[in-house]
């Protein structure tokens, strides 16, 4: 009996089109965040107070991933930015074949900032990249402090980690310093922003970090002449 091994094949193929998305967003001067995390971990909230704050400066747009539902996608629409929801049916989450197409439907020339919700989920998002410049993971401490230590490659691939809800830590008995110290024996070097909706500062501090990202970018775009 022989046996096949298709998942390189797979990951290969997708790590291709990622690239590709990489160099169009690059040309076109789009900073992307691609932004993971379980259901529940508060992602949707957190990137409507970063449009909130950031629409006004950088012209901002949302690819809204989800297996079957446009909630999110709808939330989204009503901040005023251009929103592409794309369904992945069975799939729990994004490929960048799925965030090639959504490309095609959004106007890059008037984009600075791409955000990606990815779909709920902490292990399928891990392998597959989308031509992000910044990967960002949510967990939430209703999800327990666990969950870290028992979903470590999306801490281990994440470039920024995220604990929100901190405000509510102690009310379902869970020490959101030892999740950061979990994410940094996985991941020593990766930032840990602890959050919560009802925190103006956390909050800033969370939009102050896609703002460093996207500055960044711009400053390396216009240093290489593009």
Not at 100 to 105: C, F, M, R, S, Y
Not at 187 to 195: G, H, K, R, S, Y
Not at 200 to 222: D, M, N, P
């Amino acid at each position: 009996m022989h046996v096949i091994h298709m998942g390189h094949d797979v990951f290969k193929a997708n790590d291709k089109i990622a690239e590709k998305n990489r160099k169009i967003l690059d040309k076109h001067g789009v900073f992307s965040v691609n932004v993971m995390g379980a259901i529940g971990s508060g992602k949707t909230t957190l990137i409507e107070e970063a449009v909130r704050h950031l629409k006004e400066k950088y012209r901002t747009a949302i690819i809204a991933g989800d297996v079957i539902a446009e909630m999110d996608a709808s939330r989204f629409r009503k901040l005023g930015v251009p929103t592409i929801p794309v369904n992945t049916g069975k799939e729990c989450h994004l490929d960048a074949k799925l965030v090639e197409k959504a490309l095609d439907e959004i106007d890059l020339d008037n984009t600075d900032l791409l955000i990606i919700e990815n779909v709920g989920n902490l292990i399928c998002p891990v392998d597959f990249k989308l031509g992000e410049h910044l990967r960002v993971v949510v967990v939430s401490v209703t999800e327990g402090d666990d969950i870290i230590l028992k979903h470590p490659m999306i801490f281990k691939t994440s470039e920024l980690a995220v604990i929100n809800k901190v405000d509510i830590a102690h009310s379902v008995d869970v020490d959101a310093e030892k999740m950061r110290d979990d994410i940094h024996s996985l991941n020593p070097d990766i930032p840990v922003i602890l959050t919560s909706k009802r925190d103006w500062e956390s909050l800033e501090t969370w939009i102050s970090f896609i703002e460093l990202g996207l500055r960044r970018a711009q400053e390396a775009q216009k240093n290489s002449g593009n």
